[in-house]
Every structure is written in C-alpha cells, then in structure tokens.
C-alpha cells in the first residue's frame, strides 16, 4: 500500500510540475494509515505533521506528535502520544512548554497523564498565544512517576 502511495504521489508530483493542470485550486487531504480519509478534528488519529519519530528508550518505542506545525492563535493544540507494540503497562505524562525567549515554562494545562494500555493517546490543550512551543512526553515504569523511562519531544509554533 505504501508503494501505491508513492508511486501515485510521484506520478502527481512529474504531471503538476510539467505545468500541465493549474495547482492554485489543488485540495490535499490526510490519510491516516488504514487509508481512510479523515480531517484531524474529526478524529485524532491520522498522520500527523509535527512530530519525534519512532524512538526507543529504555526498551519502549514510542513518539509523540502534533496535527500541525503552526496553530492559528485560536485553535487548541492536539497532541498524539503513542507507543508501538505491546509489553507491560508504563505511565506517561504529557506537557505543554512555550519558550518566552530566554526559557521554557509550563502552560498550566499541562500535565496530562495516563497509562500505556493502548497504542495511541489523543490529547488536546489550550492555546496560550503566539510564540513556539514544545511537548514533552515523559514515560514512566510506576504510577508514582520515579522510575522514569524516557522523554519525547517536540516543538511547533502558534502564529
């Protein structure tokens, strides 16, 4: 399936740059990975733009991610914590940081929390403004979160 999606992207891509069919009116749509074409507020589980990758730490594969790169200054901020694969229950706890130019402070809805029983973890926060900001998964092996495991990161804007 993934070769048909490239495949087909390519084809797209060497017609429109051929300057054949205008690109002005061109509609693009995400594709979560069943195929199934979705827009992000309508279900939080789609490709997403903003993201750490698949990282491992200390044994669990995992990443986080956000809908897009840049918010508009009235939108909330969506945020996909996710874990592949399966093993025993870990902790995690997500936090939301805007850098106020010389540092990163916590906005006060940070800290959401919960536990790894699933693979993916919608989450959705207040927008406190432009500026960049971060989101910082930390994954912990007890619900007391001492044992810490591994920190996720990534950053995005808000215009």
Not at 21 to 31: D, G, Q
Not at 33 to 49: D, H, K
Not at 108 to 126: A, E, I, Q, R, Y
């Amino acid at each position: 399936m993934k070769k048909f999606k490239v495949l087909t992207m390519s084809a797209i891509l060497s017609i429109t740059s051929l300057g054949l069919f205008p690109t002005e009116k061109a509609n693009a749509s995400v594709l979560n990975e069943s195929g199934v074409n979705n827009t992000f507020l309508n279900n939080p589980v789609v490709a997403s733009v903003s993201g750490s990758g698949w990282q491992t730490k200390g044994g669990i594969k995992a990443r986080v991610s956000t809908s897009k790169d840049t918010f508009n200054n009235t939108e909330r901020i969506y945020v996909n914590a996710e874990r592949s694969g399966t093993g025993a229950t870990v902790y995690y706890e997500v936090n939301i940081l805007k850098n106020n130019g010389t540092e990163w402070t916590q906005t006060p809805d940070s800290g959401k929390s919960g536990t790894f029983t699933s693979k993916v973890h919608s989450l959705n926060f207040n927008n406190y403004g432009p500026g960049r900001y971060r989101v910082l998964l930390k994954v912990f092996s007890d619900s007391s979160k001492i044992n810490w495991i591994g920190d996720w990161e990534t950053t995005f804007f808000v215009s």
